[in-house]
């Protein structure tokens, strides 16, 4: 069966240093990859898309690779702020709508 | 404004009654869906609809009902039948539902049944 697998641990960082968020799949061949972020108690905004024949997209300080060879998407937050903190969220398109991962949640400590 | 309003932001009901939850948008986006949201958890899929008069069901429809009877709006009941309830319960919108169009969250509906 199709499964989305992210950092099952939270992930804790220094201000200023980059974070490194994972996405996994597996029995997908997606012709696309999103990410979002959320805050608690709030619903998901959408941050960026790539797509299978892009190797990399930047926005800012956010940074995502897609490697569908190894089944993976890598997001990173570059000069981390306390104001990254949330949680962040991948999504793979799946028969007309989207699957989305547990999430992963980031604390950016000053 | 354009948006995603969904209302009310918490809601509280006894065991036994149906809910129905209400979500509006005015994006003029054809696609609508219903989410829900456990603790710690990711978004499961409760149903979705590409247009109006259609919905299909998601991975989690058992005990959830919806209409779509116009393209602005898209309520969610939650019926006595839904044996674990209390959620924090998300809608979306999306231009359509093809291959890479984004979704617009509402801010959540948080459902308390004791």
């Known amino acids: 069966s199709q499964k989305i697998e992210q950092n099952s641990e939270a992930l804790n960082i220094q201000e200023g240093k980059t974070a490194t968020l994972t996405c996994n799949y597996t029995?997908?061949?997606?012709?696309?990859l999103q990410w979002y972020r959320q805050d608690p108690g709030r619903g998901p905004v959408f941050l960026l898309l790539i797509r299978e024949n892009e190797k990399e997209k930047r926005k800012e300080r956010l940074k995502v690779t897609f490697d569908t060879t190894l089944k993976q998407s890598l997001f990173h937050i570059t000069a981390s702020q306390p104001a990254d903190s949330a949680t962040y969220l991948c999504?793979?398109?799946?028969?007309?709508?989207?699957?989305f991962g547990d999430g992963t949640t980031l604390t950016v400590k000053p | 404004d354009g948006g995603i309003t969904q209302s009310p932001k918490y809601l509280f009901r006894k065991e036994g009654q149906n809910v129905t939850l209400s979500c509006e948008q005015n994006l003029n986006h054809d696609a609508m869906y219903w989410y829900r949201q456990d603790p710690g958890q990711g978004l499961r899929l409760i149903y979705y609809s590409q247009i109006v008069n259609d919905f299909q069901k998601g991975d989690i429809a058992e005990g959830y009902s919806v209409s779509r009877e116009k393209k602005e709006s898209f309520p969610l009941t939650v019926t006595s039948a839904q044996k674990n309830p209390t959620a924090f319960y998300l809608c979306?919108?999306?231009?359509?539902?093809?291959?890479?169009?984004?979704?617009?969250f509402g801010p959540g509906t948080r459902l308390t049944v004791t």
């Open positions: 029995n997908y061949s997606p012709a696309y």
């Open positions: 979306a919108s999306s231009i359509g539902t093809g291959l890479s169009y984004e979704q617009y």
């Open positions: 999504a793979l398109p799946n028969a007309g709508k989207s699957t």
